[in-house]
């Protein structure tokens, strides 16, 4: 079995920062990508950005030069540093994986979702 752990969400006024992390644990064979969603209230999930196995980083506009996603290989872990964090930052942030993950002697490819961490930035 697979599991998502994210971590480090809070409340945090306008201009702090937060680091999350997401731990991925389980039968995994290999990471293709892993990455940080969040969901606002009334709003759609969206990814904010995302990190490949080779290292390659994708930010969504509004989050670009205030947040960067890092990668612990070895620890299967993938980090999101946010700075200069703004009250439309707030929102339920997911840990997403493209994961190649094994049963037995099978291997097969599937996305995971953790549970959502909760960062609340203040005005």
């Known amino acids: 079995q697979v599991q998502l752990v994210e971590s480090g969400g809070d409340l945090v006024q306008a201009g702090g920062s937060l680091r999350l992390s997401c731990a991925a644990s389980?039968?995994?064979?290999?990471?293709?990508?892993m990455g940080w969603y969040r969901q606002a209230p009334g709003k759609q999930r969206e990814l904010v950005a995302a990190?490949?196995?080779?290292?390659?980083?994708n930010y969504t506009d509004s989050v670009k030069g205030r947040f960067t996603i890092s990668s612990d290989n070895a620890k299967n872990t993938v980090y999101l540093q946010m700075s200069s964090l703004k009250p439309e930052d707030t929102g339920v942030y997911y840990c997403?994986?493209?994961?190649?993950?094994?049963?037995?002697?099978?291997?097969?490819?599937?996305?995971?979702w953790g549970q959502g961490t909760q960062v609340t930035v203040s005005s």
């Open positions: 389980g039968s995994i064979f290999s990471i293709n990508a």
């Open positions: 997403n994986g493209d994961l190649v993950v094994f049963l037995s002697i099978v291997k097969y490819r599937a996305v995971y």
């Open positions: 990190i490949t196995s080779g290292g390659d980083t």
